[in-house]
């Protein structure tokens, strides 16, 4: 556990930072007065490729999809 003033805070941001992304720290408290009142942890990961295919095989889409209505492509000039 590691814990910095503000001003010491404010100076080393990006040292700070880092020791969070080199897992040298898992958190890290701001202190005022010498009292903890704010921490810095990282973000977890959220793995991007478990959003895309949420939804895959509740919905079929139906054979005719690509078919269009002929009053809404005449709407859009088509």
């Known amino acids: 556990m590691t814990q910095v003033n503000m001003l010491e805070a404010k100076t080393e941001l990006s040292k700070l930072v880092r ?16 009292r903890a009142v704010a921490q810095l942890t990282l973000i977890p990961e959220r793995a991007a490729a478990n959003r895309i295919g949420v939804a895959e095989g509740k919905f079929k889409v139906p054979d005719d999809f690509d078919t269009w209505d002929k009053e809404v492509e005449e709407m859009f000039g088509g």
């Open 19 to 34: 020791m969070l992304e080199t897992r040298q720290e898992e958190v890290i408290y701001l202190a005022r007065d010498g």
